[in-house]
Nanobody, 115 residues
Framework: QVQLVESGGGLVQAGGSLRLSCAASGNIFVINAMGWYRQAPGKQRDLVATITSDGSTTYADSVKGRFTISRGNAQNTVDLQMSRLNTEDTAAYYC?????????WGQGTQVTVSS
């Protein structure tokens, strides 16, 4: 079993910042990548940012220059620093872990950006 726990979501005004954190625990033998995805109501879940085991990062075009993904200080953690947030960033944010031959998901944390 692998568990992912997200934290750091909340309500913020447009132009503000938030930092999301994800901690993975359980029977993790191999981590290929960790990342963040988001899903707005009525829309599909989309990639926001990922970081591989060797530190390579990928970002959605809509967040480049505003969001930064990084490994957390603790083992098997990943953070997402979000700046210059706008109302289109409002969504449930999910942590994902690619490892052990499959993709694991957290329960999600809500980010709401008010205008």
């Amino acid at each position: 079993q692998v568990q992912l726990v997200e934290s750091g979501g909340g309500l913020v005004q447009a132009g503000g910042s938030l930092r999301l954190s994800c901690a993975a625990s359980g029977n993790i033998f191999v981590i290929n990548a960790m990342g963040w995805y988001r899903q707005a109501p009525g829309k599909q879940r989309d990639l926001v940012a990922t970081i591989t085991s060797d530190g390579s990062t990928t970002y959605a075009d809509s967040v480049k220059g505003r969001f930064t993904i990084s490994r957390g200080n603790a083992q098997n953690t990943v953070d997402l620093q979000m700046s210059r947030l706008n109302t289109e960033d409002t969504a449930a944010y999910y942590c994902g872990l690619l490892g052990n031959g499959r993709l694991y998901w957290g329960q999600g944390t809500q980010v709401t950006v008010s205008s």
